[in-house]
């Protein structure tokens, strides 16, 4: 079904059709059930530029340090991960789960040449922010104009 509600992740299909063949059975039954997706996401990035560096930022929410993997391979950085649900409250107890669980993996080409032993960064409030020095070769330089 194209477009439908059912062209989405299969197990989650299949809980939906559970779902709304017990309410066409039942007209009484609770409200249908969110249920937690553990497929491929993406975190959101703002990534600028000026004449010193690159910066990234990402919103990595709800997620621990340690979760959290960055890698630079040649004028590639991955960033990699996973954001756990939280087990404290039993999932059959929420009645809908908008945001995203499960592995992602973002990967960017720099293109320009950077100060790979500079790189650095920081995760602090859910923000994961990377900031990539561009090599002395790569910055703009000034040149004078001279009268002769």
Do not use: C
């Not at 299969?10 to 063949?21: C, Y």
């Amino acid at each position: 079904m194209n477009g439908g509600r059912y062209d989405r992740d299969p197990f989650e299909t299949l809980i939906r059709l559970q779902d709304d063949i017990t309410r066409a059975l039942n007209p009484r039954a609770a409200q249908p059930r969110e249920h937690v997706s553990s497929r491929v996401w993406s975190p959101n990035v703002d990534v600028y530029e000026d004449a010193e560096r690159i910066v990234i930022k990402a919103d990595l929410p709800g997620m621990k340090q340690s979760d959290i993997d960055i890698e630079m391979n040649g004028d590639t950085l991955t960033i990699r991960g996973e954001r756990k649900f939280e087990e404290e409250t039993k999932r059959d107890n929420y009645v809908r789960i908008e945001r995203q669980y499960g592995a992602f993996q973002r990967s960017f080409t720099i293109g320009i040449p950077i100060d790979l032993e500079q790189v650095r960064a920081t995760y602090r409030n859910g923000i994961l922010e990377l900031t990539i020095p561009k090599a002395d070769g790569a910055r703009p330089k000034k040149v004078q104009v001279s009268t002769e």
